[in-house]
């Protein structure tokens, strides 16, 4: 009996541990207090009913927008297929507002802005690989509870950020930050940016490995500014509608997504 009572007892606590399985990390950014929820390489960033959700198994992402009750939802290809079509749209109607003799010229300019014929499809060069170097300052602080160490990350000789890593014991299950890059990346190229750049570095995707980032300043010609910090780091198990669309709201395409 005692045997049989101490077995169910191991399986009810093997439960509650596979149970909470997710995490929910409070942010204090630029634009004020941010959360980010994560579980089962399932990502969801913003306030409230806003923001985004990233599946990174399936590489897709869903855009949020709460005060018309509709989203989006894609993969890099089809988001940049759609921002193009948009973009087209847009264009065509603003030169009908343009008098006859300007038309032409206004073609030319805007498809020259995007890339010639679609954002992302430009024929320019990609600049070079940047020379990317991690350090280890040695440093260390306690942020959200948990011991971080700073690391310093230069590009081409230049201090580009600070990202401070704590080791955060069953994080790394749940987000694979190799693929949360990649997808942010994709995202970024598709949609006529240039990408992540040197963020993509194997220098820092290996620092991106070993734990959670709990605080990251960025340096630029401004000086430097903090990004984000943790605030606080929350185990809990989440339920599937936390990263999916509320149930009513309508799925649009990316030019009725951003009327």
């Given at each position: 009996m005692k045997l049989r009572i101490t077995v169910a007892a191991l399986a009810l606590l093997?439960?509650?541990t596979t149970a909470q399985a997710g995490w929910v990390l409070h942010q204090e950014t630029p634009g004020g207090?941010?959360?980010?929820s994560v579980q089962d390489n399932k990502v969801r960033a913003g306030v409230g009913l806003g923001g985004m959700i990233y599946d990174l198994k399936n590489e897709?992402?869903?855009m949020l927008n709460p005060d018309r009750q509709v989203y989006w939802s894609g993969n890099p290809q089809q988001?940049?297929?759609?921002m193009n079509q948009a973009l087209e749209a847009r264009m065509e109607q603003a030169l009908k507002q343009a008098p006859p003799e300007q038309r032409d010229q206004m073609r030319t300019m805007m498809k020259q802005r995007t890339g010639q014929g679609g954002m992302g499809q430009g024929k320019a060069m990609a600049p070079p690989a940047a020379q990317v170097e991690v350090k280890n300052t040695g440093q260390s602080a306690k942020i959200a509870g948990y011991k971080s160490t700073k690391y310093q990350i230069y590009v081409d000789g230049k201090l580009r950020q600070e990202m401070w890593m704590a080791q955060v014991p069953g994080f790394q299950k749940e987000m694979d930050m190799g693929k949360m890059m990649k997808l942010a990346h994709s995202m970024r190229a598709g949609a006529g940016g240039q990408g992540l750049g040197w963020r993509r570095s194997e220098a820092v995707q290996k620092l991106m490995s070993q734990g959670m980032p709990m605080k990251i300043v960025e340096y630029g010609r401004g000086g430097p500014m903090t990004v984000m910090t943790m605030?606080?780091?929350e185990k809990k198990n989440l339920p599937a509608s936390t990263f999916q669309a509320p149930q009513?709201?309508?799925k649009v395409d990316f030019a009725q997504m951003m009327r």
């Open positions: 093997l439960l509650a207090p941010s959360t980010m897709t992402v869903t988001l940049s297929q759609q605030t606080s780091v009513g709201w309508k």
